[in-house]
């Protein structure tokens, strides 16, 4: 039992440095999650100050309708059909860096939940507070700044940080444009040793492993934000 | 603390017969595998591979299918086709989930250690793909180029051997024709029969005169399964002395290997 357990664990990762399908694919993951993050963050930021903006002072009447399309567009439909066309389409005659293209498939998908993350925050903040920002003087971007903003991220740090959680996982199917990310590392290993087992846990272990330090970051970051409460 | 320590044992009782369930209906398939007098016989594939296997309409038709088909009928058994990942179908077969994998598959040493493979029905070759005004004209220009191949093939594997190439590996083997056809990769590695389908459906492509590599494909069963194996073999003997089997292979491929 245990020398096929070790024989197995030999199989799958130390022969012919298998391991390395694992970490190259970790490193490609963990790169495509930190820029999509950014583009999603970035994205989401800006889709939600134009639709607050215009649900608060009825401005931007145009920017609005975009966003509304695109956030329609983009929830409407499923990452891996939109990571596909982006690769098999948009990008149809032309040689883009894979990376390059995950990075903007998952980027341009998270702003649409990102953003409707922040609005819920910006909304969930009462009027009246935003009435004493004007009333003390703040204009319009003053009091956004300086007054919502601060308490709307400390109430949608827990959603977002879920978001990413997902986002994360579901860079999986990056493989679908042959990216070799973890899990077509993982599927890489067990096209050659024809084990289920190993590759496939271990690759879920390391998804859980991230997980579960971001959880910890996140959770640490809402400790210190909440400190400011008392 | 009482019920807390009740309603734990509860859950692990719950958990355990759950398991014990599982494990004994997985005992049970295995064994009727092994009988081969199973009414049906489970075949996987991955139907993304013409002329081989194929969807038409609502159902797998291809070689390996009617081959399948013919072979199920030799042992009187009503053959049943699970469309899968081309890399899932020796996972498949081993775990009992099919009884037998007829996917185009080429017989080698790494996939011998984790099934049996019946006799040979027919004989292959892994082809080049490139586009019509690329340089390569060979295996030999393949150093260092970028390589598309489908995840788990043979032509993945001899790919990898190959020197500086950076090899792309689609799920899909006419994903890789396509990144081909767009400039995104300088060749593919795949199996001849399909490529020609293949080729034949994209512009501005074409197959190399030479070729990579001559192979074998067979069917897989389950380790060990040696009665399955035999009468596959039998079958398939009977198939291929009553014309049968060139029969099936000429109604897909036509005979002057265009």
Not at chain 2, 147 to 166: C, K, N, R, S, W
Request: net charge negative; charged share 25%.
């Amino acid at each position: 039992m245990l020398q096929t357990f070790q024989d197995k664990f030999y199989q799958n990762f130390i022969e012919d440095n298998r391991w390395k399908y694992i970490a190259e694919g970790l490193g490609i993951t963990l790169e495509v999650t930190f820029f999509a993050v950014i583009i999603g963050i970035v994205i989401g930021f800006l889709v939600a100050i134009v639709r607050s903006t215009y649900d608060k002072t009825g401005k931007l009447k145009i920017l609005n309708v975009i966003c509304k399309i695109y956030l329609t567009v983009i929830r409407g439909t499923p990452v891996v059909v939109q990571l596909l066309i982006i690769y098999f389409v948009i990008f149809a005659s032309t040689d883009v860096d894979k990376v390059i293209v995950a990075i903007m498939a998952f980027g341009l998908n998270s702003g649409a939940y990102v953003s409707e993350i922040f609005r819920s925050g910006i909304m969930s903040i009462d009027n009246g507070q935003f009435e004493a920002g004007r009333s003390l003087g703040f204009n319009y971007v003053q009091t956004m700044i300086y007054i919502i903003m601060p308490q709307a991220f400390k109430n949608v740090l827990p959603a977002l940080g879920n978001e990413f959680i997902v986002l994360l996982k579901e860079t999986s199917v990056s493989g679908y444009i042959a990216l070799q990310d973890l899990t077509k590392g993982g599927d890489i290993i067990r096209s050659r040793t024809y084990d289920a087992l190993f590759p496939l846990l271990a690759v879920a272990f390391i998804y859980l492993i991230m997980v579960m330090i971001f959880t910890k970051l996140v959770n640490m970051l809402e400790r210190r934000l909440r400190s400011s409460d008392h | 603390m009482k019920k807390k320590v009740l309603s734990l044992l509860l859950v692990t009782a719950c958990v355990l017969s759950m398991t014990a369930c599982g494990s004994k209906k997985e005992a049970d398939t295995s064994d009727s595998g092994d009988s081969a007098k199973k009414e049906t016989l489970i075949m996987a594939t991955n139907a993304e591979f013409p002329p081989y296997e194929f969807h038409e309409g609502d159902e797998v038709v291809g070689i390996d299918a009617d081959i399948a088909a013919a072979v199920a009928e030799e042992l009187g058994m009503e053959l049943k086709i699970e469309d899968m990942a081309f890399d899932s179908i020796i996972t498949a077969v081993n775990s009992g989930k099919a009884d037998i994998g007829a996917a185009g598959m080429t017989v080698t040493e790494d996939r011998l250690e984790n099934v049996d493979f019946t006799d040979t029905y027919a004989t292959a070759t892994q082809v080049i793909i490139v586009k019509e005004d690329s340089a390569i004209t060979g295996p030999d220009d393949l150093a260092g180029k970028k390589i598309g191949v489908q995840l788990g093939t043979t032509g993945d594997l001899y790919a990898d051997d190959i020197e500086d190439a950076e090899v792309e590996r689609y799920n899909k083997g006419f994903e890789a024709v396509q990144a081909v056809q767009q400039g995104k990769i300088d060749a593919v590695v795949i199996d001849g029969e399909p490529a020609k389908e293949f080729v034949k459906d994209a512009e501005g492509l074409k197959i190399l005169d030479e070729a990579f590599t001559e192979e074998e494909y067979a069917i897989a069963v389950k380790k060990g399964n040696d009665e399955l194996k035999e009468n596959i073999n039998k079958a398939l003997a009977t198939l291929k002395d009553s014309g049968k089997l060139d029969e099936i292979v000429a109604k897909y491929i036509s005979a002057d290997g265009e």
